[in-house]
Every structure is written in C-alpha cells, then in structure tokens.
C-alpha cells in the first residue's frame, strides 16, 4: 500500500477547508443553513466530512482509502455546486 506523504495530507486538508469556507460563505450570504443546500451539495458534503477524519488515521490503509473516498467526495460536491450554482 503506498504511504500517504504529509503534502498528500496537506492538500485534503487545504481542499476540505476551501470547501468548508465555500459552503459557509454561500449560505451566509444567502441567510441559510448547510442543510437547507441541495442534497446532493449536503450529501456530498457528508461524505467528504465523515472521511477526512479517517485521512488522519495512524494506519496507513485506512488513510490512503479515506484519502480516495475525500477526493471522489469532492468531485461529486464539485458537480453539485456547479448545478446549484448554475455554472
């Protein structure tokens, strides 16, 4: 199983804050709650924020499967906004 670096940790964690600003920016602007997004912006979302904890675990393979599970999250949340944002 390939290590996962501390740059690869670094990244999902810069890539989980972006969105986290992004998700909180919009709906503060728009006076609402994160649930009140989407579904699939909500279920996105839930994903990538019940895998990133385990991108933090001490065991290597779970961590590089977390990493995977964040990253096809993110895409999907990506897919997600751009509907709801119409872009």
């Known amino acids: 199983m390939m290590e996962q670096t501390a740059l690869d940790r670094m990244k999902l964690q810069q890539d989980h804050a972006k969105w986290e600003d992004s998700l909180k920016g919009y709906c503060r602007e728009n006076r609402m709650e994160i649930g009140n997004l989407p579904s ?5 979302w ?5 895998s990133y904890g ?3 675990n001490s065991d290597d393979e779970v961590a590089h499967g977390a990493a995977q599970k964040h990253r096809s999250a993110s895409e ?11 872009r």
Do not use: G
């Not at 699939?40 to 996105?44: G, R």
């Not at 839930?46 to 019940?50: F, G, L, S, V, W």
């Open 54 to 56: 385990d991108t933090q």
């Open 76 to 86: 999907q949340l990506q897919k997600a906004w751009d509907k709801m944002t119409k």
């Open 40 to 44: 699939e912006v909500v279920k996105a």
């Open 46 to 50: 839930d994903d990538m924020t019940a």
